[in-house]
T-cell receptor, first 114, second 111 residues
Framework: GAGVSQSPRYKVAKRGQDVALRCDPISGHVSLFWYQQALGQGPEFLTYFQNEAQLDKSGLPSDRFFAERPEGSVSTLKIQRTQQEDSAVYLC????????????FGPGTRLLVL | QQQVKQSPQSLIVQKGGISIINCAYENTAFDYFPWYQQFPGKGPALLIAIRPDVSEKKEGRFTISFNKSAKQFSLHIMDSQPGDSATYFCAARYNFNKFYFGSGTKLNVKP
């Protein structure tokens, strides 16, 4: 079956521009996670959804970052007024149940802010 | 501060050799420790995982050794193959949903 998909795969934004990154989790997966992966580093937790509820957003670096999952499936990560330090790969992962361990990652969206 | 410390940053191993990657943590509330494999341009994929009540878990050529008292765990890849060349991340889970990742180890297996 289809895995986690993310779009766009690459995004170039000018500093100050708003961007929206989309994640399509595996069908039926309850949990959805967003991570930020800087070049040469491990993924860093941003936020977590269980269905449509955002249960943890402690990793969002600033109030310019906003995530939503209104119908409990597709999720969007929005970054307002992008800064150069926002340049990274943004990974989305989903898992079947709230505490089920295996996270399935998408290929990521590589964001470059000029 | 970094919740999970991983070493080495890079590793070169001959084909057929053993690759060993180490991780250390401080938070004793972590309850699940997975290892991920990541190829360029792809997302991480779960390789093998262990819970802290187990000292060792083996799946094929991959083994996790877990030392709860030392707060350390390691990944051993036996009979390393060129196809194993990738970046490996250890991770630790807190409160069922928050995962902390190590900084990664780039493994190069020479043919």
């Amino acid at each position: 079956g289809a895995g986690v998909s993310q779009s766009p795969r690459y995004k170039v934004a000018k500093r100050g521009q708003d961007v929206a990154l989309r994640c399509d989790p595996i069908s039926g997966h309850v949990s959805l996670f967003w991570y930020q992966q800087a070049l040469g580093q491990g993924p860093e937790f941003l936020t977590y959804f269980q269905n449509e509820a955002q249960l943890d957003k402690s990793g969002l670096p600033s109030d310019r970052f906003f995530a939503e999952r209104p119908e409990g499936s597709v999720s969007t990560l929005k970054i307002q007024r992008t800064q150069q330090e926002d340049s990274a790969v943004y990974l989305c992962a989903s898992s079947l149940q709230g505490v089920q361990e295996t996270q399935y990652f998408g290929p990521g969206t590589r964001l470059l802010v000029l | 501060q970094q919740q999970v410390k991983q070493s080495p940053q890079s590793l070169i191993v001959q084909k057929g050799g053993i690759s060993i990657i180490n991780c250390a943590y401080e938070n004793t509330a972590f309850d699940y420790f997975p290892w991920y494999q990541q190829f360029p341009g792809k997302g991480p994929a779960l390789l093998i995982a262990i819970r802290p009540d187990v000292s060792e878990k083996k799946e094929g050529r991959f083994t996790i050794s877990f030392n709860k008292s030392a707060k350390q765990f390691s990944l051993h890849i036996m009979d390393s193959q060129p196809g194993d060349s990738a970046t490996y991340f250890c991770a630790a889970r807190y409160n069922f949903n928050k995962f902390y990742f190590g900084s990664g180890t780039k493994l190069n297996v020479k043919p």
